[in-house]
């Protein structure tokens, strides 16, 4: 009797451990997913910034072109955060039929 419950909580106990295990994978998987989307993402950003940069620096002096790159840096970076988030926001009212 006893003999038949103690099998009973080993299968239990290797079924719930291989469950955490097929769990744990999954959410490493798409946490990784997701920190690349975003490497890319901020790649993708940091090389439209640098294309600005070289305009600017060979067309402006360099103290003014100093003050400008920064100022294009700036700009760019929060018009890249503020325009996903209104176009999330613009796709989500659409879908809804707004």
């Known amino acids: 009797m006893l003999t038949d419950i103690r099998d009973i909580i080993i299968i239990i106990g290797i079924s719930l451990s291989f469950i955490f295990l097929l769990i744990t994978t999954i959410l490493i998987t798409s946490v990784f997913i997701k920190i690349r989307r975003l490497a890319n993402y901020i790649e993708e950003s940091l090389e ?17 072109s100093s003050v400008l790159d920064g100022a294009v840096t700036l700009k760019t970076i929060l018009d890249k955060v503020f325009t996903k988030k209104e176009s999330n926001k613009k796709e989500k009212g659409d879908k809804n039929g707004k």
């Open 48 to 64: 439209e910034i640098t294309d600005l940069r070289k305009k600017i620096k060979n067309s402006i002096p360099k103290p003014i």
